[in-house]
């Protein structure tokens, strides 16, 4: 079936340090890949999305850019602050199911000043 | 901004208990979601509804069931609250965009479940 893996946590960085987070995915078709994050004590919300292959999606800072020959959308940020900390998670959709979204297990990052 | 409420943040039951979960989204949304979320595991999908009175399994439906009779309203429902259910439950909608599985789902809060 399809599913999500992400680097294993927890990330703990210092400020201004740089930051990636791995995401690889299997699908059976062509997915839309998305990064959402939770902070603490919230729902989550969307960070970034990409919909078709060689896309880059960005937003705070952060990127990813979905690569299908290697099936992955690994999270990166130049420089890192102590608001970045979070809960990290890759997810994927599939045209074919419609808006049901398929997760990973999350990284947890703390940044430390 | 699309605002979905979901009406506990946290909750304690007993084993054996009828649990009712509400989620309110008020953007008009088509479609909506239920998750729980466990340390390690991500989010798994129990229930999901693309419109009123409809209802979709998820990867985990077994001891839960939903109603959707108004388009805002998706509720959660546990039968009977067994202990392997404390969770932290999620709701979230989303709206159909031009392409099939690229719209954005907005989350609530959350609802932390404790069954003793």
């Known amino acids: 079936g399809d599913s999500v893996t992400q680097m294993e946590g927890p990330v703990t960085l210092s400020e201004e340090a740089f930051l990636t987070i791995n995401c690889t995915y299997t699908a059976t078709g062509y997915p839309s890949l998305f990064w959402y994050v939770q902070y603490p004590g919230e729902g989550l919300q969307l960070l970034l999305k990409a919909t078709k292959a060689d896309d880059k999606g960005s937003n705070k800072g952060f990127e990813a850019t979905y690569r299908k020959e290697t099936t992955s959308f690994h999270l990166e940020k130049g420089s890192v602050q102590v608001s970045d900390s979070a809960v990290y998670f890759c997810?994927?959709?599939?045209?074919?199911?419609?808006?049901?979204?398929?997760f990973g297990e999350g990284t947890q990052l703390t940044v430390n000043p | 901004d699309v605002k979905v409420t979901q009406s506990s943040r946290y909750l304690v039951k007993r084993t054996g208990e009828k649990v009712f979960l509400e989620c309110v989204q008020d953007m008009d949304h088509e479609n909506m979601f239920w998750y729980r979320q466990d340390p390690g595991l991500g989010l798994r999908l129990i229930y999901f509804?693309?419109?009123?009175?409809?209802?979709e399994k998820g990867d985990i439906p077994e001891g839960y069931s939903v109603s959707r009779e108004k388009k805002e309203r998706f509720s959660l429902i546990l039968e009977s609250a067994s202990t392997n259910q404390t969770s932290m439950y999620l709701c979230?909608?989303?709206?159909?965009?031009?392409?099939?599985?690229?719209?954005?789902?907005?989350f609530g809060p959350g609802t932390r479940l404790t069954v003793l």
């Open positions: 509804s693309y419109d009123v009175k409809m209802k």
């Open positions: 997810a994927l959709s599939l045209e074919t199911s419609g808006s049901r979204l398929t």
């Open positions: 979230a909608s989303s709206t159909p965009t031009s392409g099939r599985g690229t719209d954005t789902q907005y």
